[in-house]
């Protein structure tokens, strides 16, 4: 079966710092796409960056990159110069033909 | 563009009263359908699917009923809730299985049940 981890329940970074979310995934399938998500205190999701599974290149999206690790299905979220904006719940998102996430990860930004 | 609508927004209902809570997407055709619970402070469980009018596929047995009427409607029920059934209720579609379009998602239903 297919599952999502993430290990980190809470995670803390400086203003204008950099951090790191990690996901690990488990599947069988060769063909998929990994996708991040951010749910503000708002509760609306809200897609952050997409990745698909054939490409090696990771994704980029402004201040938000991945490091897609196919041979050990990691898909680690990095956001750069955190901004206060950026605190909220992000979910890691498995699909090849329905969605599984992740339990989530609540980043808190320290001003 | 496309848009998506989820209401209501807040309920609160008596253990063993019966829901309702609806969905609809605008702006796109044949679009697949999702019921999602998010328990607090917990990740998003799937709870029903859908591909089409009337094919509904259900990930977790449970108290909960969906259906999809028409195209672009997708509602979730219960005929008796449970105190377990409290949570929050997000609606969400996408284009189309196996690709790498992201689903979209309404702005949730907070259910309380007393």
């Known amino acids: 079966a297919q599952t999502v981890t993430q290990s980190q329940p809470e995670m803390s970074v400086q203003e204008a710092e950099t951090v790191t979310l990690s996901c690990t995934y488990d599947?069988?399938?060769?063909?998929?796409?990994l996708f991040w998500y951010k749910q503000p205190p708002s509760r609306q999701m809200i897609l952050v960056i997409r990745?698909?599974?054939?490409?090696?290149q990771n994704a980029t999206e402004n201040r938000f990159s991945v490091n897609f690790q196919k041979a050990a299905k990691s898909f680690s979220l990095k956001i750069s110069d955190s901004q206060l904006g950026d605190a909220a719940m992000y979910f890691c998102?498995?699909?090849?033909?329905?969605?599984?996430f992740g339990t989530g990860t609540r980043l808190k930004v320290l001003a | 563009s496309q848009t998506i609508h989820q209401w209501p927004a807040t309920l609160v209902q008596p253990v063993g009263s019966p829901l309702s809570l609806e969905c609809t997407v605008e702006?796109?055709?044949?679009?697949?359908l999702y019921w999602y619970r998010q328990a607090a402070g917990r990740g998003l469980q799937l709870l029903f699917y859908?591909?089409?009018?009337?094919?509904i596929s259900s990930e977790v047995p449970q108290n909960l009923s969906a259906s999809r009427p028409q195209d672009r409607q997708f509602i979730l029920s219960s005929k008796k809730l449970l105190l377990s059934d409290s949570g929050f209720y997000l609606c969400?579609?996408?284009?189309?299985?196996?690709?790498?379009?992201?689903?979209?998602f309404g702005d949730g239903t907070r259910l309380s049940i007393l």
């Open positions: 969400a579609w996408s284009p189309e299985l196996g690709t790498n379009q992201p689903q979209h």
């Open positions: 599947t069988s399938e060769s063909d998929y796409y």
């Open positions: 990745q698909e599974a054939y490409k090696q």
């Open positions: 998102a498995y699909t090849t033909y329905k969605y599984i």
């Open positions: 702006g796109t055709s044949n679009p697949n």
């Open positions: 859908s591909v089409g009018i009337g094919q």
